[in-house]
């Protein structure tokens, strides 16, 4: 059963609201897509928090990097996986271990397990198998 995601408008809101989005699976390689998203999320004002064990106590993008979503200070309005779609369900329950407001599995990357953990938990902002990218080239400026 495919994930339903949100309304194109509840998409634009979380992306309007959100000021501090954590990028799990961020690498450290200039060629990644997840460092192209996360210094184009940059230049859209957000603060990005890279999240990776193998990188943590670095520097990408000139911010801290933090072993785990838990390890994380202050809010974070989203979560913006890069991580292959088996491990949405590990990330989901780091994700119910903070405060975060939205759940966004890049395109491609979709758990029906994950979506379910969120839901039973009451955490209904999921977005999977969307381009954070591609959205916010769509939102009206």
Request: glycine share 4%; with cysteine; aromatic share 8%.
């Amino acid at each position: 059963m495919p994930i339903e995601n949100p309304s194109q408008e509840e998409i634009f809101d979380y992306l309007k609201q959100a000021e501090r989005i954590a990028v799990v699976g961020l690498s450290a390689k200039e060629d990644r897509t997840s460092y192209k998203i996360a210094k184009l999320l940059q230049e859209y004002g957000y603060k990005i928090i890279p999240v990776n064990p193998v990188l943590a106590g670095q520097t990408i993008l000139g911010e801290k990097v933090y072993e785990t979503l838990q390890d994380v200070p202050g809010q974070i309005d989203i979560v913006d996986i890069f991580r292959r779609s088996e491990f949405l369900p590990e990330v989901a329950h780091d994700f119910l271990e903070t405060n975060a407001k939205v759940f966004w599995a890049q395109l491609g990357l979709e758990s029906q397990e994950a979506a379910e953990l969120l839901k039973n938990a009451g955490r209904n902002a999921i977005i999977m198998n969307r381009c954070i990218k591609i959205e916010l080239a769509k939102m009206p400026k």
